[in-house]
RNA sequence: GCUCCCAUCGUCUAGAGGCCUAGGACACUUCCCUUUCACGGAGGCGACGGGGAUUCGAAUUCCCCUGGGAGUACCA
């Protein structure tokens, strides 16, 4: 690869990061990382009406949080800038006009009625759509005549039809047949460019030398060469990305549940957990290693060793693997990063240590953060809520009662804040009761139940530490 | 309809003619550990969509079918 390794990300900002975006963005960062390349943020907000200040800060803040960071962007500038399309407005009839010099391209004035027919036309015919040219070989004077009437023309650029084929980073030999496109539009006669045309021109003046997306773009690929050629450009190399499907294979959309990442975020995924996972959708380690930073996924990043059949979003392993980065996090970082979860709860009812120490003894078990709502429910609050079964399959038990009787005694005189002298007054219980035919489980569980209203949890003598002589006489007896 | 892409366990994938009685991870499951849940450890279940062709030999190459996906706009 000879000249600059140049790849761009072109989110349009008409919704939050997309996971199947943060996907693709992060494949061109990694393919700029290996290479020692430039990796570039381009706003597409050419769209005005579904353009949107709030969704561009949602992926700046999404691409940042991943660990993305761009060489050259709307925020950050650059040498090729400005980086947002709707301040690129004006360069683009310029090279309208130069392929309409030179042959390229030519005014069409028809009007959506007469293209609508057309398209009907050829539906009927079970043909593919292809528009007539119809405006192609206008005169000058047809032309003015049509001004005259007030028509304002569009721009189509002339396909010449032949074979075209190129090789695609992914895919391998792409081969289309260019008689099958049609003249299409590339500025729209409101003076905007479409989109096709758009994305090449401003790639061309990036000097983007690689371009990374998805395969919904592949029949967009043609259009685009055919315009570098006409405008004499280098023509990038194309590598197009398999899709991230639904576990129902239909395209993933909120009915599947997150799609944006900062929902993800929300919802108590680990970022960190988030791209090594989507990264896995299509690329594999050399090592067989699958928890893996950017850094060390990028140094091992081969772009056509990418798979390129699309793949399922599958929260299964997203799930596994968000708990092992859980798991990862030292006490101090994971406090930190459960608090959001735990605005339900008065956290003053808890000293600084206990609150530390609740945290340890109910990591253990979280997927997502926001596990820890639940898990932790019964450490506030003076009395408790006891689950039905629990009531039924515990607490109703004679055993239990007996042991609650003993219990309720006994733990007037248990020193609650040495949670180690705990666990040997416990043992002790255990070993006693155990002598009047009492299992140490049942000893335990009834316990637990009076105490939390559950039969699993954190283990029981750091909770009655935590909780503290006070909750847990009271819990005992209520 | 037309064009294009894709096709290995339920899922993500390894595999680029013999190393494959197809490997790993997640999920599922059995057992162990254990005061519960969980974690962890040791096993198990489980796939080359179908049919031709090439070859001494095909998951790997070619063709057809089937299935899935995408595109088909003066949207991006």
Redesign the pocket.
């Known amino acids: 690869m000879p000249q600059e390794i140049r790849v761009r990300i072109a989110p349009?900002p008409?919704g939050n990061l997309h996971i199947g975006t943060a996907r693709t963005a992060l494949f061109n960062y990694l393919f700029a990382k290996k290479h020692h390349g430039k990796f570039i943020l381009r706003i597409?907000?050419?769209?005005m009406e579904?353009s949107d200040n709030e969704y561009i800060k949602n992926i700046f803040d999404s691409l940042k949080a991943l660990g993305l960071a761009w060489d050259e962007g709307p925020d950050v500038g650059g040498e090729y800038g400005p980086y947002s399309?709707s301040e690129r407005f004006d360069i683009y009839p310029k090279y309208a006009q130069i392929l309409i010099e030179k042959g390229y391209a030519y005014e069409?004035?028809?009007?959506?009625e007469e293209?609508d027919a057309e398209?009907i036309f050829?539906?009927e015919k079970?043909?593919?759509?292809v528009?007539s040219g119809k405006c192609k070989n206008l005169t000058e004077n047809e032309k003015e005549e049509l001004r005259k009437q007030g028509i304002?023309?569009?721009i189509r650029f002339a396909v010449e039809a032949k074979n075209l084929i190129f090789d695609d980073l992914v895919?391998?030999?792409?081969?289309?047949?260019t008689s099958?496109i049609g003249d299409?539009?590339i500025m729209?006669?409101?003076g905007?460019?479409?989109?096709?045309f758009?994305v090449v021109v401003d790639d061309i003046l990036m000097k983007i030398s690689h371009i990374l997306r998805g395969?919904?773009?592949?029949?967009?690929t043609p259009k685009q060469i055919l315009i570098y050629e006409a405008l004499g450009a280098n023509i990038p190399e194309f590598g197009?990305l398999?899709?991230i499907?639904a576990?129902d294979?239909?395209?993933l959309s909120k009915r599947h549940g997150a799609t944006g990442v900062s929902e993800f975020v929300e919802k108590g995924y680990l970022i960190d957990a988030l791209v090594n996972f989507v990264a896995?959708?299509?690329?594999?380690p050399s090592d067989?290693v699958?928890i893996k930073t950017v850094d060390e996924i990028a140094q091992d990043f081969r772009i056509r060793?990418v798979?390129?059949?699309?793949?399922?979003?599958?929260y299964?392993?997203l799930?596994?693997?968000n708990?092992?980065y859980i798991?990862k996090l030292s006490t101090e970082e994971l406090k930190q990063k459960l608090l959001p979860f735990l605005g339900q709860y008065d956290l003053s009812e808890l000293s600084e240590n206990k609150f530390t120490r609740m945290v340890e003894v109910t990591r253990?078990?979280l997927v997502i953060l926001s596990d820890i709502t639940d898990a932790v429910s019964y450490f506030f609050g003076e009395s408790v809520e006891i689950e039905p079964e629990v009531q039924s399959e515990v607490l109703d038990k004679d055993v239990s009662q007996v042991v609650l009787k003993e219990v309720q005694e006994l733990a007037k005189n248990w020193n609650f804040d040495d949670e180690d002298a705990l666990?040997h007054t416990?043992e002790e219980l255990?070993t006693s009761l155990k002598e009047r035919s009492i299992k140490?489980?049942e000893t335990?569980?009834a316990i637990?139940a009076a105490v939390t209203g559950?039969?699993?949890?954190?283990?029981?003598?750091a909770v009655l530490a935590i909780l503290g002589k006070e909750k847990v006489l009271k819990r005992l007896n209520g």
């Open positions: 349009s008409s597409e907000d050419t769209d579904r399309q069409c004035f028809c009007t959506p293209l398209r050829s539906q079970k043909i593919a759509h528009y304002k023309p569009a895919k391998g030999e792409l081969k289309f047949d099958l299409f539009v729209k006669s409101n905007s460019p479409t989109y096709n758009a395969e919904d773009h592949i029949s967009n197009h398999g899709m499907l576990p294979r239909s395209k896995l959708l299509g690329w594999s067989g699958e060793e798979s390129s059949s699309n793949s399922i979003f599958e299964d392993k799930n596994w693997m708990a092992q798991k253990e078990p666990h416990l255990r140490p489980k335990m569980w637990r559950r039969v699993k949890g954190a283990d029981i003598c």
